[in-house]
């Protein structure tokens, strides 16, 4: 790197003073390339005001997702009546509804993400690092699975076992680590080679301890940015499952059931398809911005 005159006069002089040249991790650098996405940067904003009210919108709110006003049955949007988002055909708050079905689509997508990554990581690093036979059998059942339609393996698991949310978690979940493990495997291909992975093979470290603590490690950059892509496409299949009637059921709801019952009534009460679709398409959004700013933060090549 060339620096100018007067640039290399100030490193003189700091150097002589003894003040210390502070430094950023690769971490950091990725973090301030990250802020400075103004895509990436107001989808965080977005996306932490959508998890916040989420959260805790349920807990201020007059009404609740379950209790119905007696006196407001289908009640359009109004700010004098408290439904700011209307009510439904059996006047439950609209608003409180689509609050907690956020909720339910997010603690899904967090919970079935956080399986594909676990299976992806260990599956893919095992392939990648001891490779081989062993590699070329892992690989081809992962072919072989991605051959298979996964919504209908879903909807057949829901079938046989019984619709309820922590079978609907494993169930994604279990079919969504396919590519991470792909991703892993190739990652590891090239990490296995290195030298720091050449010295745990001559301290004598065992194959699960290198992968555990020399290759995972490595992988957290290329890991988070495809689970961050990854939640996004949770929350429609979740959706869609939903929609067809093999998602979430009552009591409990999801954005993809009430985008399913405003889609019975849309002629007559639009605000039931328009306010859970208007949330579902600014998580989305946010969540695919904050993906593709991380995958452009981590990238080397634009350095």
Known sequence: MIFSTEKRKALAAAFEKGDAVAGRSLTADAWRRLLRNRAAFVSLWVLGALILLALFGPFILPYDHETPDWAAFRAPPSIESGHYFGTDQNGRDVLARTLFGTRISLLVAVIATAVSVIIGVLYGATAGYIGGRLDAVMMRFVDIMYALPYILFVILLMVIFGRN?????IGIGAVEWLTMARIVRGQTLSLREREFIEAARAAGQTTARIITRHITPNLIGPVI?????TVPEIIITESFLSYLGFGVQEPLTSLGTLISEGADVME?????LFFPALFLVLFLLSLSFIGDGLRDAFDPKDR
Not at 165 to 169: D, E, Q, R, T
Not at 268 to 272: A, H, R, T
């Open 268 to 272: 007559v009460m639009p605000w039931l």
């Open 165 to 169: 949310v922590i079978l609907l978690f």
């Open 225 to 229: 940015i495809y689970a961050t892509l």
